[in-house]
């Protein structure tokens, strides 16, 4: 237990002090909220106030940013300068490791979520409280989709391939995964072809848990799925060190 | 503290035995039947140039890279399968990297201490590698020197029983270097197995027990700096003169032979006694030439070692395992 103590108190010390990971993390989910949610701008799906929409939407863009983006970089370049070899020599251990990292990053998402929520309720948002038991069962099916992904990466491509696909992907899910537009509002084929990735199903499920209007049965499936396939799929490619 | 007698070390003290070990990446055979015994409190050093499989043998032993052949013992255990256990026991000091940038010193120090259950007091290693007063600095923002160092107390904090040291004194300043020689001579002092790694020569002879000599991948010798450089017939007398200098009639009047081996500079192939340099400065005065330099030359590990590892070298000699031969090395591990 000391270990793992010790191992996550430098995982959230280190974090806290990446600049890019305060960005990505707490300060592209809060000028999402903010900014669209003022300036209304953007369709919203068949809510009255964009901020019903938004606010679900960036706690689940905050979810990915998190285990996906930050995770996944942060490991990245964790192997690329050994930092992972180093820790194989001691007595850490990968179960430790592994556990340092998945409560480091909800300890993130509890942060990023108390801020969020909280600006959103001054924007005026009011969530029906029967939705919070299957949003936070989202959420951590998407730590687990995502964080894989970002292992998957990290585990794989040298440092600065992991930084690059990273940053693409997080673009690319962010505006087809319904985190600022709605899904409904893509077209068709794009449509489909999100809902087979796991940001249009994770936001599927916080937005329709607490947006009203219920979940469909595909968001769960699919979000699901990811949560198991992408964490196996890091633990069996994942290397330790970039030789 | 102290190893000698503990039951994981052998009845002479052998923290880690290699027999034959064979380390290959696909194709490349890198480590080719080294065989060698460290000590607990004594300094062992595999000595060799630049791809030579120092580096290889030791992340075998520190359980990074399986073997493909041979018998080896850490602590009485398998450095491979028994990782998880000597992970307690062990100190490792990379040869480059392992440390997060944004990282500083004292708080490495401290999370490495978390993992160990009688570690070293972070404030008081600070002190000992002589970095007190950059507790608080960036990892990134530190000389070459000072991660060096930084990175040798992490490799002794878990108060270890061996410890395996990749390239200590790699770029290093002068000062570092210091620093790094006294907490090797410590650590044997307390009866820790030290087992480094260098291509300095000057390094292995100064801190040194026991040295073995590697090159191309198997051992061309092993033993004390005082054995590995005892008298033997390369011993000789290295003297200055004029060019022209009648050699042949030098050889004749000695007995032995006697070569010009560069403008205006002779070797006489014989034991540097006082006898044998009074009998060439007095060849000399009788012909009242003059004396430009004189070194009665015992050699040097240098010397050893520049004779053992002396292999067909093109222009660029004197590093077979340069970047070159590296890059090929790593393209067949990926």
Known sequence: MRAFRSQLRTELVLGAR??????????????????????????????????????????????????????????????????????????????????????????????????LIAVAVLLGWSPPAAGWAPAVLGALLGTAAFGGLGLLLAGTLPGVGTLAVANGLYLVLLLTGGMVVPLSELPSGLATAARALPAAPLTEVITGSLGGGGVDTWAWVSLTAWAVVAPVAAALLFRWSAE | MTTTGSPTTGSGGEAVVVEDLVIRYGELTAVDGVSFTARAGQVTTVLGPNGAGKTSTVEHLEGYRPAAGGRTRVLGLDPITDHRRLSHRVGVMLQDGGIPTAIRPAELLTQYAGFFERPLDPAELLERV??????????????????????????IIGRPDVVFLDEPTAGIDLEGRDAVREVVASLSEDGVAVVMTTHDLDEAERCSDHVVIIDRGTVVAAGSPAELVRPSDSDHILFG?????????????????????????????????????????????????????????RQRLDDVFRRLTAHDRGPDAGDPGGPAARRRGRGRRR
Not at chain 2, 139 to 154: M, P, W
């Open chain 1, 18 to 115: 990446q600049g890019e990971q305060l960005l990505v993390n707490l300060g592209i989910p809060l000028l999402i909220l903010v900014f669209f949610s003022t300036v209304d701008v953007l369709p919203h799906g068949d809510v009255d106030e964009p901020i019903d929409y938004l606010a679900p939407a960036v706690l689940a863009l905050a979810v990915m940013s998190s285990s996906l983006v930050s995770l996944g970089i942060g490991t990245g370049f964790e192997r690329h300068y050994g930092v992972l070899k180093r820790l194989g020599a001691s007595p850490l251990g990968r179960g430790r490791w592994v556990a340092a990292k998945i409560t480091s990053v909800l300890v993130t998402e509890v942060i990023q979520w108390a801020v």
């Open chain 2, 130 to 155: 002589g970095l007190s007063h950059r507790a608080g600095t960036a990892f990134r923002r530190l000389s070459g020197g000072e991660q060096r160092r930084l990175s040798l107390a992490l490799a």
């Open chain 2, 241 to 297: 003169a004029p060019d022209e200098l009648p050699v042949d009639d030098l050889a004749a009047h000695l007995g032995v032979p006697v070569r010009r081996v560069s403008r205006g500079e002779f070797r006489v192939e014989t034991d540097p006694s006082p006898a044998n340099v009074a009998a060439v400065t007095a060849w000399l005065a009788e012909r009242d030439l003059p004396l430009q330099d004189l070194r009665a030359g």
